[in-house]
């Protein structure tokens, strides 16, 4: 499975936009970049996907580099209900979905 | 729409006793996922179904671990028998195919067990 490298964790402020980093410098020409997030005692949920092009809908947005080896998470206006941590994933085309150890974003108001 | 159902949400259970969690997925849903999430760490995948045929169980401790998906809705993920290091939280997930660039798969709230 291909591997990201995500900070450990990040801290924002409330209402300010926040850049979540993913570097993926052995991703392959099949490779989905896919964003979860699991809020505190819940489970994971969707977020965004992409492939090549920078993707954006009412959670947040993706931007995906030119030589797709780093993308980074977009949120554009932090609440205190984005505090959660944020999986950085890629999944082959109709592959399993693999975790790792995802980015703490705290939300500080 | 309903979202993906598990129960039940808490469990303690004695070391070597046997445990089951239940799973409902979203209707519709062909593809279903259980993962398994230690304190800490991200989720890993113990088995998927499709329909009701398995796909991938490699991570699955088969001495102790078993899950069935009858009819190919619910399913039930078994311990049997309980180790200390099976305490974790048991997800589980549904989409509505394995395939597609997508595939966005659906959560439930986990079933967490705690083994003493």
């Known amino acids: 499975d291909a591997k990201t490298t995500q900070p450990n964790s990040m801290e924002s402020n409330e209402e300010e936009p926040v850049h979540l980093p993913c570097n993926h410098s052995?991703?392959?020409?099949?490779?989905?970049i896919h964003w979860y997030r699991q809020l505190p005692s819940q489970g994971p949920e969707y977020v965004i996907h992409g492939l090549t092009s920078n993707v954006n809908n009412r959670m947040a947005s993706l931007a995906i580099a030119e030589d797709r080896k780093s993308s980074t998470l977009i949120l554009h206006r932090a609440t205190l209900r984005d505090a959660a941590v944020y999986y950085c994933i890629l999944r082959p085309y109709g592959n399993k979905l693999v975790f790792g150890a995802g980015t703490i974003l705290r939300v500080k108001s | 729409e309903a979202g993906v159902a598990q129960s039940p949400r808490y469990k303690i259970i004695e070391k070597r006793q046997s445990v089951a969690f239940w799973c409902n997925p979203i209707?519709?849903?062909?593809?279903l996922y259980w993962y398994q999430q230690i304190l800490g760490q991200g989720p890993k995948l113990l088995i998927q179904f499709q329909n009701n045929g398995v796909v991938d169980d490699s991570q699955l401790p088969k001495d102790r671990f078993s899950a069935e998906r009858l009819k190919g809705v619910d399913s039930t993920l078994k311990i049997q028998p309980a180790k200390l290091e099976d305490s974790a939280v048991y997800l589980c997930?549904?989409?509505?195919?394995?395939?597609?660039?997508?595939?966005?798969?659906?959560f439930g709230e986990g079933s967490r067990l705690t083994v003493l």
């Open positions: 997930a549904s989409s509505l195919s394995a395939g597609g660039p997508g595939g966005e798969l659906f």
């Open positions: 052995t991703i392959s020409g099949t490779d989905y």
């Open positions: 209707s519709g849903h062909a593809t």
